[in-house]
């Protein structure tokens, strides 16, 4: 099985940072594009980042310029640096990736659990 466990969430003044991470562990191949998701209460979840296992990464408009996802390859890690936090941004935050648990098998996407990200203002 995989599993997908986040990390960093919690309690920030509006301005502030956070940094959330996702390791992913069980019966792993490879892992192709991994993201963050976010859904506040009342809306539907929605992609704050993604990253391909070759770099390229792309943001929601709402956070480009604050957000930072980053990954490490070695470590089925993902990472989410976020800065100058709004209060808008408070929400569940979800990992998510797209792994092959064989060279025979496809990729399924998997998520997390979720960490809860709540901005003051």
């Known amino acids: 099985q995989v599993q997908l466990v986040e990390s960093g969430g919690g309690l920030v003044q509006a301005g502030g940072s956070l940094r959330l991470s996702c390791a992913a562990s069980g019966i792993i191949f490879s892992i192709n594009a991994m993201g963050w998701y976010r859904q506040a209460p009342g809306k539907q979840r929605e992609l704050v980042a993604a990253i391909t296992s070759g770099g390229d990464t792309n943001y929601a408009d709402s956070v480009k310029g604050r957000f930072t996802i980053s990954r490490d390859n070695a470590k089925n890690t993902v990472y989410l640096q976020m800065n100058s936090l709004k209060p808008e941004d408070t929400a569940v935050y979800y990992c998510?990736?797209?792994?092959?648990?064989?060279?025979?098998?496809?990729?399924?996407?998997?998520w997390g659990m979720g960490t809860q990200v709540t901005v003051s203002s």
């Open positions: 998510n990736a797209a792994v092959q648990k064989s060279y025979i098998t496809s990729y399924s996407p998997y």
